[in-house]
């Protein structure tokens, strides 16, 4: 194989499991102060910008930042696993029938969207998938209140204005978050963090968001995904108007609000995602809608898959949320394993590869390089990689690195090179082998 085959057009993150922040998906490497005890909560000013519904009288929040062009692109999209081979993706899937899914939320009249799609929905699901149960109550719930608190560390709005989505899934795996039951939701305070810990995911990626074949393939593979949308006039008035168990096409003019969900299903027939909002169940299809395929491709900024849920995210049945202290970093930062494997994109016209590790501890990844040698004989020659910026955090994800077809890549040795920052600001470079076969 010629030198000139390995180059990469960029490189990406994702996790092995299920989430993990990708490359460049999340603002640089700082941290948000460590939670502090719960105190009393200060009440919450008035939110921007709320919504009326004109056959309702009720107002309804958003709260997704809107990210710049130029800031999309520090969040490379990456090339998710396709289903197995041989597997042909079903014409519809709903995760609404796994069992996994909480009951509709309401955020009220407080701009939480992202809470509510990044921990209230997907944190919670990953979580209850994990431990086979049905989060029916708060105690298995994840807080949408302390995830917004979190939030509010890292970019303090006075819970008047919108988040991140990124910035949500960085605190799920670097900090992760109590139950429902430990914090209720209001949307009247603007809260205080809580110092429990039972929810958290080990990785996210960005998808493309016209990438549909990827899309499905997460929800086929039951793993909800939420999403930033750019919010049209007409929106809000869909949801409680009489096409409300219909399919959203978007009909209105474009506004300045950005609005966080979660994906949880799609239908081919109807050409159609399905998607849970966090407005309670007087709108849409109780809480649910039909977002057309068009239509979400126009509107839709953003789409991530979450990796994995944080052990012990659960407590196994209703009771007080335990309390524990977050465990020392490990004297040692390893690789403790990685394999590789690739995939033809047929989408992109790449082949993929994916080298995909889980970590002892979560770490901020600033930049990845790989090294490759002839492992089998085959006479080809090593080479380095240039070290490509990723900028997340993840426990366990895997590592993309590309190359367009024709070119393949070839069997042989791997050594993954990752310069990483640890919880306690400590800067290292840790690398681990395997064989592609």
Known sequence: ???????????????????????????????????????????????????????????????????????????????????????????????????????????????????????????????????????????????????????????????????????????????????????????????????????????????????????????????????????????????????????YRISGSLTNEGHAMAIVGYDDDRQAYLVVNSWGVDWGNQGYFWFDYNSFQSSVFEVYAVDGAAQANVVPSPGPAPSPSPSPAPTTLQIRSLTATSQINFFYGLDVLFLEFSLSEPVFINAVSFRYEDAFGFGYFPFQSQSFPVGVWAAQSYVNFWQSLPSRWVPGRYTLFMDCTRQNSQSQTISSSTLFR
Request: charged share 15%; hydrophobic share 35%.
């Open 1 to 247: 194989m010629k030198r000139r085959d390995f180059l990469l057009s960029s490189t990406a993150i994702a996790s092995t499991t299920v989430a993990i922040p990708l490359a460049g998906c999340g603002g640089g490497g700082e941290q948000p102060d460590s939670p502090q005890a719960p105190v009393a909560p200060t009440p919450a000013p008035p939110p921007l910008s709320p919504s009326p519904a004109p056959s309702t009288g009720r107002t309804y929040q958003f709260g997704a930042a809107v990210r710049s062009q130029a800031e999309l692109a520090a969040v490379p999209t990456v090339y998710a696993k396709a289903s197995a081979p041989g597997v042909a993706l079903p014409r519809s899937a709903d995760l609404r029938t796994s069992g996994f899914l909480p009951p509709v939320g309401d955020q009220g009249n407080q701009p939480s969207c992202v809470a509510w799609a990044v921990g209230y929905t997907t944190a919670t699901f990953s979580a209850a998938q994990q431990a086979v149960i049905n989060p029916t109550s708060p105690a298995r719930q994840a807080s949408p209140t302390d995830l917004y608190a979190k939030l509010q560390q890292i970019r303090p709005t006075s819970c008047r204005d919108g988040t991140l989505i990124t910035d949500a899934c960085d605190i799920l795996i670097r900090d992760r978050i109590t139950t429902l039951q430990d914090a209720p939701y209001s949307d009247r305070s603007c809260p205080a963090p809580r110092a429990n810990r039972q929810f958290g995911i080990l990785g996210y990626r960005r998808l493309n968001s016209a990438d549909s074949q990827a899309i499905k393939t997460q929800i086929y593979e039951k793993k909800p995904l939420p999403i930033g949308m750019r919010v049209y006039s007409d929106f809000v008035s869909f949801g409680t108007g009489s096409l409300r168990t219909g399919i």
